[in-house]
C-alpha cells in the first residue's frame, strides 16, 4: 500500500490569506484525488488529477500534480471561512487516504 | 436524491453487544466500502467489496463482517463491541476502476 503524507497537519490562517497544502509518496500514482469533509459529513471529491504536470482550477482552488506524480498540492486564493475543513488526497484503485490537513479560516 | 445513505447516524451500545449499520446507494456503482474514521480524523479503509470479491484491510479484527445482500447495499455487522470500536464509519461507493469515491454521511458508534 502506498503510503501518502499531507503537510501541513493544522492551518489556521485568517480570511483573504492565501495557503498552500501539500500531498506526497515515495511512490508514483496512477491518479489522486482531492476531498473535502465538514464536520459531521463525509468526504466530497474536490477535483482528480491524472496527468504529470496536471493544473485543474475550481473556484478559488488551484491543484496541481506534480510532473513525476508522486505528489501534489491545494492552493486556494482568499481564504474564506467557508473553506473550512479537513483536506484529504487519496489515491489507488480502493481509495487510500492520507491523513489530512484540518484547516480553519477565521473571520 | 442519488447518494449514499447509511444508517443509523448515531449508535450508543454497551461494551460486548452486537449492533450492525446499513448502507445503501443508488449511485449505480459497482464497488462499495466502509471506512473507520478515528478521533484524529484519520480515515482508514476496512472493506472493499464488489460481486467478484470481497477485500479485507488485515487489520481490521474478524468481529467486523460486511453483508451485501445486493449490489447496492452493504451493511457492517460487529460483534462484541468494544470500547476501541467507538469512531465515525463511513459508508462509500465508486465504479471498479473508477477515479473517486463517494461518501455516506458516516455512523458515529459510541462503545459505553
Known amino acids: 500500500t502506498q503510503l501518502l503524507e499531507q503537510s501541513p497537519q493544522f492551518l489556521s490562517i485568517q480570511e483573504g490569506e492565501n495557503l498552500t497544502v501539500y500531498c506526497n509518496s515515495s511512490s508514483v500514482f496512477s491518479s489522486l484525488q482531492w476531498y473535502r469533509q465538514e464536520p459531521g459529513e463525509g468526504p466530497v471529491l474536490l477535483v482528480t488529477?491524472?496527468?504529470?504536470?496536471e493544473v485543474k482550477k475550481l473556484k478559488r482552488l488551484t491543484f496541481q500534480f506534480g510532473d513525476a506524480r508522486k505528489d501534489s498540492s491545494l492552493h486556494n486564493t482568499a481564504a474564506q471561512p467557508g473553506d473550512t475543513g479537513l483536506y484529504l488526497c487519496?489515491?489507488?484503485?480502493?481509495?487510500?487516504f492520507g491523513p489530512g490537513t484540518r484547516l480553519s479560516v477565521l473571520p | 436524491d442519488t447518494a449514499v445513505s447509511q444508517t443509523p447516524k448515531y449508535l450508543v451500545t454497551q461494551m460486548g453487544n452486537d449492533k450492525s449499520i446499513k448502507c445503501e446507494q443508488n449511485l449505480g456503482h459497482d464497488t462499495m466500502y466502509w471506512y473507520k474514521q478515528d478521533s484524529k480524523k484519520f480515515l482508514k479503509i476496512m472493506f472493499s467489496?464488489?460481486?467478484?470479491?470481497?477485500?479485507i484491510n488485515e487489520t481490521v479484527p474478524n468481529r467486523f463482517s460486511p453483508k451485501s445482500p445486493d449490489k447496492a447495499h452493504l451493511n457492517l455487522h460487529i460483534n462484541s463491541l468494544e470500547l476501541g470500536d467507538s469512531a465515525v464509519y463511513f459508508c462509500?461507493?465508486?465504479?471498479?476502476?473508477?477515479?473517486?469515491?463517494?461518501f455516506g454521511p458516516g455512523t458515529r458508534l459510541t462503545v459505553l
Open positions: 487519496a489515491h489507488g484503485q480502493n481509495f487510500v
Open positions: 467489496y464488489n460481486n467478484k470479491e470481497l477485500i
Open positions: 488529477v491524472v496527468t504529470g504536470g
Open positions: 462509500a461507493s465508486s465504479q471498479v476502476r473508477g477515479r473517486y469515491v463517494s
